[in-house]
């Protein structure tokens, strides 16, 4: 019984030197991340995930390495959210680039495709459409889809193997076939 009791007390401990931890750094941990990225919302953001990370692993918090652990964290985030951005900008400018040369014919052509990947969906067993749907038309990520359907990760990266093979088995023989 007193092994519960301590056990509470560290861990009350613990979220009250997390808590004064946030009051203290918050603002220095933002602009830290300022220094990176010029945009505050982006930095707020990221500073928040970075503390909500380590609330989630209030278990192993230590107040003394703390600090450190949280400079390295947000900016390993700033990092990564930075390449994100460089990343989508260059996809951004191919995409654009592509959608110049394209004439009346290749939208129709690229309709046509987005249509028949619909139709193809609709005819997949339930839990495959879904998964795909929740995948691809709405951009979930393969952990909230897992979350929102029961299934593990894995389940999930195997529902929209299948989905993506049925749809490419269907072009390669439209294809051959001389077809879209």
Known sequence: MS????????IDLRRKEYENFFKENYARLYYYALHFIPDSEVCK?????????????IDAFRAETALSY???????????????????????DAYLAMLQKWDT???????????LIMQLIEKMPASTRLVME??????????????MTGLSES????????????????FSVKYKKGGV
């Open 155 to 170: 389940g999930v990266r195997k529902h929209v193997m299948k989905g993506l093979n049925a749809i490419r088995s269907y």
């Open 105 to 115: 014919r290749d939208w129709e052509e690229s309709e046509e495709r987005i249509g």
């Open 134 to 147: 929740q995948c691809y038309i709405y951009k979930k990520k393969y952990r909230q889809v897992a979350q």
């Open 70 to 92: 949280m400079y390295t964290h947000i900016h390993h985030l700033c990092i990564d959210h930075i390449r994100r951005a460089k990343m989508k900008e260059a996809n951004a």
């Open 3 to 10: 092994d519960l009791k301590s056990e509470k007390q560290s």
């Open 45 to 57: 953001d990221i500073v928040g995930d970075s503390f909500y990370y380590l609330w989630e692993r």
